[in-house]
DNA sequence: ATACATACC
DNA sequence: TACTGGTATGTAT
DNA sequence: ATACATACC
DNA sequence: TACTGGTATGTAT
């Protein structure tokens, strides 16, 4: 390592800002990427925002430097032993491979931004997003062409792209619009699983043998229906799990649709060398851990499945090896029993312009109590665990909480409560003030009307 | 409930005494049983054992009508749900029906008391129990006809049978000739599972296809195999998965064997009316649990399953579902990667006249670190997690335990720790204290020689 | 139970 | 000037 | 992590 | 006189 030239990025540093919004999609050339890559390094580069997404990515290759010790300890005996364990699980995996599913998943193209273009066509031609200077939830496709996307926030957008138009989000009218996509996929799968306003599960395979015709014709039907009732265009994937037709729903986006041959000769050939973070629940800091260790393929992972073994957790082995022999669940989950509400928890949030003043932080505490309070009074819901968060000027997350001995739902007790254990955090200097409330049961009172259902077992 | 006779218990208390001794197999009269009953209630009734175990029942009588009064409160729109949970659980557990396997069980008979009577033959012709006038691990069989079990004491299975001879176990004696076991056992699944000294799981399949022959006629070679290796008899239980097969050798024990028919109608008959106490895992709380329910048998269980849904976990459903449907685990546990060693805990405890004199209590946990210690020494590994356990004189227990930033395995660290936590407690009666540590690791120190692997992941 | 990290839309 | 808000789940202690 | 309960041999 | 000892696992917090 000693006595190298020094690396390319101590030069253009922006060539190594490989950060969520630059690692996509084809359609640019190199030039226009690296153009990309400058502009948000120079819109970041100073920012709190900046410097902890870089700590944290020194944190994980300190991690994967741990990580590589470790494995550099684990004697040939013991890796002999991984290669074992690493066999039992692909037989234990391939016990759940089913391929006689039919599975489609249903992504709306550019969801948000495509409702506002319906409503006000003239955004049609012109670089949009919907969002905030803050923070864009979806850009349309011209935008996209300039380096915009989700997930940015807007100045860096507007930077990108000056003449991009920045729609405020309108929530209420994309739930209408997802509703109406919602009838459609009832009638392949009165029991779709839905995954956002904009995503959804079917299994089509009951549809498929009654009506005698593919899941690729299912697809197509799909497409059309949501198309006529919509008048907005959707992506299809066509495949024997959900994981598989969840990867293949990107495959031909936008308004198109990708099927996978259920067989596992074409499984395999499709797996072989999709990049691991594709796989749903693979996310940066997976890849990033995982391409420490030259893995960058589901192929590589099933090549290096005994690094893996050695290496991280057992269920994240399971995982990694499940997902990249290209298995995943084959069928609904079990609904949430009587027992149990579908929610787990409900939380509200607010990012501010960071302040230190304790008594405008109480004060926030207490319209945030306010807010959920309200939220669980329309579910009917009360709850038993109190969750702060806080984000710090810096960035740094932190959480507090506390279970009672009895499920509250009130804004006065929530606050207090809230209030309390953001009081022990003084001195701070906050950008984000948020309460969660968790341990949720249906509150039986009166005339309220549960909508979920007691708390099981 | 009111105006009603005194039930019978109140007049003859030992009817009612229908404890881990008396409710077990046929082969006496129900004179002997109820003469059996009374003798066993006469010699228990006035200890401090009798009085935690009633206890014990009463408390699970409470947590029955806890759970029956929130089984009343459940709505019918509800219990629909728990029936479709119940529905959706049953497909899942279905999934994992696997019949083409062929495993054995294979039980040894008598096991202790068995190497005991071979080594002096005189004792086949008495009644006899191996263990000491506090506990009995084994009874032969001339013993169990007056009533003499495993887990009894042995001053009850005197009053039982006054000529009864009592032999101190010979631990060292019985591995011997369970390693004789063990080399039949890898003949037929190299890979065998053994649960203790006297049982083990053979996965046969492999063995049938390659010598063609049948898992009858497999038990039929272990068993002669057993015989002429250890001259020791052993029952045998051929199913198609590990539960099945357990429950199967039981069937025809002593020196007996029962083949399970691998298809779905016989599975379904076998199970039916099996007592749901035959599940293994089912212990005497959960049978208790159940029972209060109305639920006798595995036919019970499936008949109402929306109850068990609506009234236990999750997990508990799931395993009493699966179970009773007469599916298990069809193949091998993946063995522990080379991250884990195979044991999770080590620990020594001892039963004493109950003492309240803190200086012998505090030397007492002395002692047992040493002994611990020494264990932990010819194993090299060492703890993260000290746990004490102490039983009080009317025989609650608890525990106490700490977990330390590094680990440790030497006599005084141990006794330091303990007796913190032990001092902490007085003052206490105590008839019983134990040491624990887990949280184990390969000691990776100059010249030892770790049996086990590092900590994983 | 508590605290924090990761992931997805 | 400026990097969300809501939810679930995993991991460690 | 801590504490306790259940189960098996 | 007198009701074990060792281990794993689940559940709740």
Redesign the pocket.
Known sequence: MEGENPPIQDIQPWKAIDTVYTNEKAGMDSVDKDLIKRV?YE??KD????KKDEE?RKQ?NERIARLKEKLAKVTEDEMKRYHATVRDSIRSAERERHLSRIWIHVDMDAFFASVEELDDPSLKSVPMAVGS???I?TANYIARRFGVRS???G??G?QLCPQLALVKPNFRRYKEKSEETKEVFRIFDPDFES?????AYLDCTAFASVHGISGEEIAEQIRNLVMEKTKLTCSCGVACNKMLAKICSDKNKPNGQFFLSPNIAAIKAFVKDLPVRK?????????QLLNGFGINTCGDVIKNAHVIAAVF?P??LSFLLTSSLGISTAFHGKKPAPGEL??????????F?AKEDENTLLQMVGSLAHELSAAMASESIEG??VTVKLKLSDFT???????LLSPISDPESISRIASKMLRKEFPVKL??L?I?MS?LSPIANANGKPKGNSKG?
Do not use: Q, W, Y
């Open positions: 948000i819109a970041s920012s709190n925002f900046f944290k994980t200077i803050g923070m939830s997930a940015m926030p100045f860096i507007k995954g956002g306003l904009d995503e796989i749903p629940g693979v996310g940066c800091v997976t890849e957790t269920l994240t579908s929610r787990k928890g409900i939380s509200c949030e607010h990012t312009t038993l665990t997350v932190r959480t507090r909480s506390l279970t950008r984000l948020g969660r341990g077992s």
